[in-house]
């Protein structure tokens, strides 16, 4: 996602009345306030011009329904139609919109037509008049559903140009316990305006792609978080500079092993982004996947992990080679969906590769090894011909999803590693890759790539060489 032009600072400092105290501040558009004690902030998943800021709040019970519900803050500056001609006056730019934001921008104009299109499931219960540092503001008080478990406040202060809107969820009950009451006692009373920053205005679309990412993590980092930059990648950080580093040579030289085994057609221009939490309690915060340890997002286009070093290193950068292939893929073949095997099975062929020489090649991936050598023994692997058509629900069934992934990695490394008894066995994973680049259908690339291929003597020898792994 690249954004356009401006983007938002996230800062702490002390103040002599709310002491040391986390404050949201937006320079571009000049302005901040105090976010509730238990309510975070948090970074913000891509770039957008739009949602300029997350909160985290506390999870809360509700003992009668039996429902547990995190809190969710977030800042938004919602655009107007404004003028197209004529000088816009001081602090009332409007938000240059990206790709992310154009959905949101052509259904929702200002904070009623947001409320209107985007909100649609919300009911509006009460509004009141708020004076917001000078300025005339509303509280709006939602309520989600027939049901109504889910209920919003809202702070919404109305420009020329743009709308700035706070917003709180959390559950119905909690807002008859008058949450909401100190929610807005401290977000409108410290809440202030001041004049935005002059800054130039940067055009990125005149920027290369990796200047353009460099400058929007740059500008968007949270409190807390610091940017390293690598010749093919750009790291978004807030455990050691140590771990950092390490991250940033292991990206660099696993780099050149996918680029060995799938030499780009072209130079690939975008930066992969990777993004590196503290713990594991600062990745799930950010939306990660409760069972994962990392994971690559399409949509945001960046690699999301957390360090785990301090109980084990390997495992750690094992999982940065599995999906950093994903990443790189991505890239250099464009958003395919290849079958479970190949795509997971590559990942860790990568999680596998051992340093040596100040390179990495192939080696055996430990992680898969018992759990395929103990389905092997017991005759609970999966022949070759239902595992290499599975689909992506059929791999990840809980009763055999890890023999799918040992065997998803044990098929890529003997057919990569392996001594083969026929040439063609050799040529399956690079045809299979070509035809679905081409084609787009994963069927028709696994047919043209097992043409001519015996399965059942492919798979007595895979059977053998992963009885020997």
């Known amino acids: ?15 002599p009345v709310w002491g040391q105290v986390a404050r949201y501040e937006n320079k571009e558009y000049g302005f901040r306030f105090v976010s509730p004690e238990g309510w975070p902030a948090v970074p913000i998943q891509g770039e957008s011009a739009v949602l300029v800021a997350r909160f985290n709040g506390p999870d809360f019970v509700d003992p009668k329904a039996r429902i547990q519900f995190g809190g969710i803050g977030e800042v938004m500056v919602l655009p107007k139609a404004g003028p197209t001609t004529g000088e816009e006056k001081p ?25 209107k299109k985007r909100l649609g499931d ?44 706070v917003r709180y969820d959390l559950p119905t009950f909690r807002m008859r316990k008058r949450d909401d009451r100190m929610i807005s006692a401290v977000v409108i009373k410290s809440f202030e305006w001041f004049e935005p920053e002059k800054e130039g205005e940067v055009d990125l679309t005149q920027m290369s792609a990796r ?22 990648y750009v790291i978004i950080s807030n455990t050691s500079q140590k771990i950092t580093s390490e991250v940033a040579h292991q990206l660099e030289k696993i780099r050149d092993l996918y680029e060995k ?13 990777v993004r590196v939490f503290a713990d594991r309690d600062d990745y799930l915060a950010y939306g990660a996947p409760p069972s994962s340890a990392g994971f690559w997002s399409p949509r945001h286009e960046e690699l999301v992990m957390y360090d785990n070093t301090a109980s084990d290193k390997n495992d750690t950068f094992a999982v940065l080679r599995h999906e950093a ?54 005759d609970k692997v999966i022949p070759l011909k239902d595992i290499l058509r599975f689909s992506q ?30 040439k063609e066995w050799g040529d399956i994973l690079d045809k299979y890759l070509a035809k679905l680049i081409e084609t787009r259908d994963r069927v028709k690339a696994l047919d043209y790539a097992l043409d001519g291929i015996n ?10 060489f992963a009885g020997k792994l």
Not at 97 to 103: A, F, G, N, P, V
Not at 211 to 232: C, H, I, N, S
Request: aromatic share 16%.
């Open 325 to 378: 292939f994903h990443q790189y893929i991505f890239y250099r073949c464009g958003e395919l969906s290849p079958h479970s095997w190949f795509n997971e099975g590559y990942g860790d062929y990568f999680s596998g590769a051992k340093y040596r020489g100040g390179a990495f090649g192939p080696g055996k991936f430990l992680w898969r090894t018992p759990v395929l050598k103990k389905a092997l023994q017991e």
């Open 455 to 464: 399965i059942d003597e492919l798979e007595a020898e895979w059977k053998k």
């Open 261 to 273: 085994i799938f030499p780009p057609e072209k130079p690939i221009e975008a930066v992969s982004k």
């Open 1 to 15: 996602m690249k954004r356009l032009i401006f983007t938002f600072l996230l800062v702490l400092w002390t103040s």
């Open 211 to 232: 200047e353009r990412t460099a400058y929007l993590v740059k500008r968007d980092l949270p409190d807390g978080y610091f940017m390293l930059e690598t010749d093919r």
């Open 122 to 165: 919300f009911e509006e219960k009460r509004r009141r008049k708020v004076d917001v540092g000078g300025h005339e503001g509303h509280q709006v008080w939602l309520e989600h559903g027939k049901e109504g478990v889910i209920s919003s406040w809202c702070l919404v202060i109305e420009r020329e140009l743009f709308d700035v809107v």
């Open 91 to 115: 602090g009332e730019k409007m938000p240059a919109l990206t790709r992310q934001d154009m959905e949101l921008a052509a259904a929702a104009l200002g904070w009623e037509s947001y409320l």
């Open 393 to 422: 629900a059929q791999y990840y069934q809980p009763d055999i999803r890890s023999i799918c992934y040992a065997q998803g990695w044990s098929i890529v490394y003997f057919l990569r590693e392996g001594r083969l008894r026929r």
